[in-house]
């Protein structure tokens, strides 16, 4: 699968299958943006740098901390906060900051380039379609819904209950972005992010 402009000019997938993984789309964008660089030098103002939340997700941070448990406990503890996602109704981990992203040079360049968050590899700051923005808003909540139950898991007595609810998300304690759309939209199901009808036409 790639990525290419649609009818409408917007940014989109040429074809998605229940098996295409959350990698095959962020290859894809890498793909994408080598062709279609965006115009950060025209820019002026590193989006890296704005007032917005960094979101953080499971393997950003299982990455960060060398995948040692305590140094990710550490690292949730130390550098991030609890903020609600209203949209989707659930708790999330975003760096605790104010303004520049922690890990943004004065050259603005990242620092964590190739373990960077995924709501950072997945964004494109021109014109996508709603088809896009749909799989990339799933692909997102799935994966910080992940941080929140792992660092759960990692510090808390939890209930059977709790544990096996926890482990129906995918991103649990997944060790990349090997994971397939199915098995993310499923999950979107379950949580009553998508309704039923909708899956099809996102494929
Ligand atoms: S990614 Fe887009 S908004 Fe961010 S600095 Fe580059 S051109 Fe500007
Ligand atoms: S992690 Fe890197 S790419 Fe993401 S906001 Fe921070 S500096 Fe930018």
Redesign the pocket.
Known sequence: MELLFDSEGKVNYDKIDKDTTVEDILKAIDIFLDKNP???DD?GE??CKKAWSVEMDNICVNRISNWNEDSASDFVRQRLVIKRNYYREFDQYVLDKEKNCHFITEENYCTIYEQRPIICRLYI?IDKSYRYNVVRELIGSTYLQALIFEDEMRNNVLSADSIEKYRRNPAVFAKGYDIALKDIFSYAEEEGWLYDDERDELY
């Open positions: 965006l115009p950060c820019c590193s989006c700051c």
